[in-house]
């Protein structure tokens, strides 16, 4: 039989259009954390409280509350007034806790200051003047005063989305030139508080065992509970000082009560978009930008899918799939997660297999099979078009 372009034409574009626009994504079984991510044969791990960590057993615990009512601590870069009676500004005056942690007053004081209340600062630089013939021994006659608390460095390991040291209540440079121009009695620095280095951290996953957050000084160590950050309560929130460490046990499980913004999450996440397929032939042209990509901490997959503007459109295009590409905090696991566009907008159970968007993830959106058909006809139309010019012009 004579093959013409034609038959030639009809054949290639059935065998292209044959193809699956996108096979079905393959996981590893440990790789689902979510059960809205549905993956066959695969269960989400349950939650248990995790044991004390090991480090801890040689320190000794103490009430939440404890550290809560605690004097606040000194830390580097704090600023403070001294004021020495009868003095002609030649001791008194503004001094700042150098970053070894240490006070220095003229070089005639050398005081320990960092992780120490102020009180306990003051006397002992008392002491040191008193010592070096600088002052007489009058009550009350060296006042130390806060005029201004710093940020402070802090560690920060476990179930958050970005572990290591971070700066809690760190201050603008304006904010800063306030303080110190209209001092007052004493400073009080809300950021330098357990939520903001949480937050500054990334904030908790949902894997985390929020009712048993770690916060270690020095020997002794604390258990605060930050669930009522979800429920309309009043959590735990003590202030930190330079050198603290924080660990948040992970749960093992996903918690989706969790994934919310609070005081103790992030606010907003940023997830990568791609959406070549058609009417757009790029993202461009999706108008996919730094807005789009951002959404506020509990967006879902299908609130993703809108932004990326791989909802809607034409009847041939409705049918499109997405991929949703993600990773377990848990075990580090990768998981990518496919679905078809139009279940996820016309399910009634759609929250079901709607997962939640984690920060850094990423979705692709591909072609109805009916757009992979007409791509297909213009694919072989383009490769057998000068053929079949070719015959005609063999034929005449």
Known sequence: ???????????????????????????????????????????PAPCALPPVPAPLSALARVEAGTLAEAPDLLGPGDRLRLAVSGDKNILSGSYVVGANGRLTIDGVADIAAAGRPLRRVERDLRSALLANGLIRDIAANVQLSAVEAAGVQVSVSGAVFEPGLVRAGERSADARATTVDHPAAGDFNAGRALS???????????????????????DHYAVIDVTAAFSGGVPADPQLAAGDRIIVPSAGCFQPQFVRPSSVTAPGVRVY????????????ASAIGRDSTSFPYGARMLEGLVSANCVGGSALNAARRAV?????????????????????????????????LMPGDAIACYDSSAMTLVDAVGVVGSLLGPAALAHGLTKN
């Open 1 to 43: 039989m004579k093959i013409t372009p034609s038959i030639a034409l009809m054949t290639g574009t059935c065998l292209i259009a044959g193809c699956a626009t996108m096979p079905t994504p393959r996981n590893l079984p440990a790789a689902q954390y979510q059960a809205e991510q549905q993956l066959s044969g695969a269960v």
């Open 324 to 356: 949703l590409i993600s990773r377990n905090p848990t075990n580090g696991h990768s998981v990518v997660i496919a679905r078809h566009v139009e279940e996820l907008v016309r399910d009634a159970s759609r929250d079901g297999m709607n997962p939640f």
């Open 273 to 284: 978009l791609s959406n070549l397929s058609r009417p757009a032939a790029s993202n461009a």
């Open 196 to 218: 903001s280095a949480l937050r500054a951290a990334g904030g908790i996953r949902p894997d985390a065992a929020a009712g048993s957050i770690y916060l270690i000084r020095g």
